[in-house]
């Protein structure tokens, strides 16, 4: 399965306090045909994501727009990897986050929680690329949502939602 990192963000990063970030929600099946339509390789996952949380960025308050755009932050998956039979491969492996940042909106996750993570595989690491709009990594998955990655897998019904949300 090839997958991109690529999240539906339309940043209006323009100075000023009208500022405002334009995401598209994070949608499970949105995510899958990104990843898949993508030159990298990527590998859908459930499982404890843990890492520590100290470690995310936060924009500083005398220049929030200063943020650093990634964060590389050691962490652990342990849960299972998705096949056609569904999320039952074992996956227990270190994993890197990247935390980004988009001038002053960043990205976060919490430790200790379930996620439904759409994992870039380059070697034999494996990098969770975060974005301040979401669709990489999706905290404490519904069963909807684990059968909706199934589904988009076996060439079922996976169709986007289409509409923006402003954060």
């Not at 990843?35 to 949380?53: H, I, N, P, R």
């Not at 669709?135 to 909706?148: I, M, R, S, V, Y």
Request: aromatic share 6%; charged share 20%; with cysteine.
């Amino acid at each position: 399965m090839r997958m991109v990192p690529v999240l539906a963000v339309m940043a209006a990063l323009i100075g000023g306090p009208a500022a405002a970030l334009s995401c598209l929600p994070p949608d499970v099946a949105r995510s899958y045909q990104q990843a898949a339509q993508s030159d990298d390789s990527y590998v859908v996952v459930t499982g404890k994501l843990t890492f520590d949380e100290r470690r995310l960025p936060k924009p500083p308050r005398n220049d929030p727009n200063a943020t650093k755009p990634d964060t590389l932050i050691p962490a652990r998956m342990v849960g299972h990897s998705l096949s056609r039979k569904g999320f039952v491969t074992p996956f227990q492996t270190p994993i890197t986050l990247n935390a980004r940042c988009l001038g002053p909106w960043c990205s976060g996750a919490a430790s200790g929680v379930e996620y439904l993570a759409f994992l870039k595989k380059e070697g034999g690491a494996y990098t969770l690329e975060l974005s301040p709009c979401g669709g990489n990594a999706f905290e404490d998955p519904t069963d909807k949502q684990k059968a909706l990655a199934v589904a988009c897998l076996r060439g079922g019904k996976c169709a986007p939602q289409d509409v923006r949300i402003r954060r």
